[in-house]
């Protein structure tokens, strides 16, 4: 039988998400997540003749609409209608470019997400074990992002204290997920000047080693690729904005999910389990304790106010740590002395809570010197590019 169905034309316009309308059941999963989670209800069904289908609203393709980018839609589809960009044929074209000098970042939340994949029991940090996987695919550099998440907050740190001596503008809200910078430039922009100035830790480490690379390049005449290793769809999405380009290149010319990191390692033969260890390279390997956390809702505040502590002692650090900093909770508040100053800080879980909050700080109900957003329930480990049974829509 010849078939007669109507085809729909592929969406390729976000550099996150790919959709492939053909493949939709009309489950409605896509919208539920995006309005439980985000608020946003974006992919809207929408009426097309007599048939009822999950699209774009208006039919506009996604660069078109509010998506931010988190995936979280594409870890619910079950079909296949939605999916994350897959980068993994161009990651392994620039591995096996001989004029390439492949220099990776591993973001926090990766290491501990993998492992279960390939056996290891959930939760198992294999960042020495990826190390070696990456050099065995032709990886010439592994570096940890962890050092950059340190510059972050040593910078994020130094901007609270100049608005707390200033006077705001509070409350600061924090710039690490880009899903969350997106959503306030495309619903509420008069709060841009509110989010912190830092560059995300990946955008942050991007320059540096573009600094770090450009003599090396000039002296060999090989390209330095920068690829990124992220649980975070957004994250492709961060990594084209026309800010974080110089010259006309991208700072990250490639970010890789964990899933598709997964795949690579699969697709190369190679073992994980059985792997030599290998740490990270100098001088870029290294990273703090606070550097860790920012793979969780929480972890950025807790980090900047540790920073800000004039008291570093383990007592003192053990005192912030047992707040209500991390968890789960839509919107956690904790109010923490320092030098004498009562800090008003609140943590959100989820654009939707985003929202909430904006609209209480509106109407005067509520007022924060520090707001840490993450868009993905729990923070980055539940990102849409993470292994699916760890995805904030599957929770
Ligand atoms: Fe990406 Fe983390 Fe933001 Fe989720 S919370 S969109 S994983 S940066």
Same mark, same amino acid.
């Given at each position: ?11 390729n316009?976000?550099p996150a998400?790919f ?14 997540? %995006?309005?439980?989670?985000? =608020? ?41 209608? *939605?999916t994350v960009k897959n980068q993994i044929g161009q990651a392994w074209q620039a591995l096996h470019d001989?004029k390439n000098?492949v220099v990776v970042? *591993? ?21 020495? &074990?990826?190390? &070696?996987?990456l &050099?065995?695919m032709g990886v ?27 006077? #705001? ?29 830092? &560059? ?12 770090? !690379? ?9 390209r330095?690729y920068h690829m990124a290793i992220m649980? %975070?769809t957004?994250k492709k999405m961060?990594a084209a ?6 010259? #006309?290149r991208p700072?990250v010319d490639l970010v890789i999910t964990?899933r598709e990191l997964?795949d690579m390692?699969?697709e190369a033969? *190679? ?15 290294? #990273? ?5 956390? !920012? ?12 920073? %800000? ?19 789960? =909770?839509? *919107? ?53 590019g ?10």
């Amino acid at each position: 039988f010849p078939d007669t169905r109507e085809r729909y034309e592929q969406d390729n316009t976000s550099p996150a998400i790919f959709r492939d309308p053909n493949k939709c059941i009309l489950c409605g999963d896509c919208v539920r997540v %995006c309005e439980e989670l985000q =608020g946003q209800g974006i992919l809207n069904y929408a009426h097309r003749g007599s048939e009822l289908q999950v699209m774009p609203a208006f039919d506009k393709k996604l660069d078109q609409t509010k998506c931010v980018g988190c995936g979280q839609c594409a870890a619910v589809c079950t079909t296949g209608a *939605i999916t994350v960009k897959n980068q993994i044929g161009q990651a392994w074209q620039a591995l096996h470019d001989p004029k390439n000098r492949v220099v990776v970042q *591993i973001a926090p939340a990766v290491r501990v997400a993998l492992g279960e994949e390939f056996g290891l029991p959930a939760g198992a940090n294999v960042m020495d &074990k990826l190390v &070696k996987a990456l &050099k065995l695919m032709g990886v010439e550099e592994v570096y940890d992002t962890n050092f950059a998440a340190d510059m972050t907050t040593i910078s994020e740190a130094q901007e609270f204290l100049a608005r707390l001596k200033n006077g #705001g503008p509070f409350p600061m809200f924090t710039s690490c997920c880009p899903a969350w910078v997106k959503y306030l430039e495309l619903n509420d922009p008069k709060y841009l000047h509110n989010i912190s100035s830092c &560059k995300s830790p990946m955008e942050m480490f991007a320059a540096v080693l573009r600094d770090k !690379y450009r003599e090396k390049d000039a002296a060999d005449g090989r390209r330095t690729y920068h690829m990124a290793i992220m649980p %975070c769809t957004a994250k492709k999405m961060e990594a084209a904005r026309p800010e974080f380009t110089q010259e #006309g290149r991208p700072d990250v010319d490639l970010v890789i999910t964990t899933r598709e990191l997964v795949d690579m390692i699969r697709e190369a033969g *190679i073992q994980l389990t059985e792997l030599e260890p290998e740490a990270p390279d100098l001088p870029f390997g290294l #990273g703090s304790g606070a550097a860790v956390i !920012y793979g969780v809702t929480g972890g950025v505040a807790e980090a900047v106010v540790r920073y %800000c502590l004039p008291d570093k002692s383990n007592n003192a650090l053990q005192a912030i740590r047992v707040t209500d900093l991390r968890g789960d =909770g839509a *919107i956690r508040e904790v109010n923490l002395t320092v030098e004498g100053q009562e800090l008003h800080l609140a943590i959100v879980n989820g654009l939707s809570h985003a929202k909430e909050l904006i609209a209480d700080v509106e109407a005067g109900k509520r007022f924060y010197h520090l707001v840490e957003v993450m868009t993905c329930q729990g923070g980055c480990v539940g990102g849409a590019g993470q292994p699916y049974g760890l995805t904030a829509a599957k929770k």
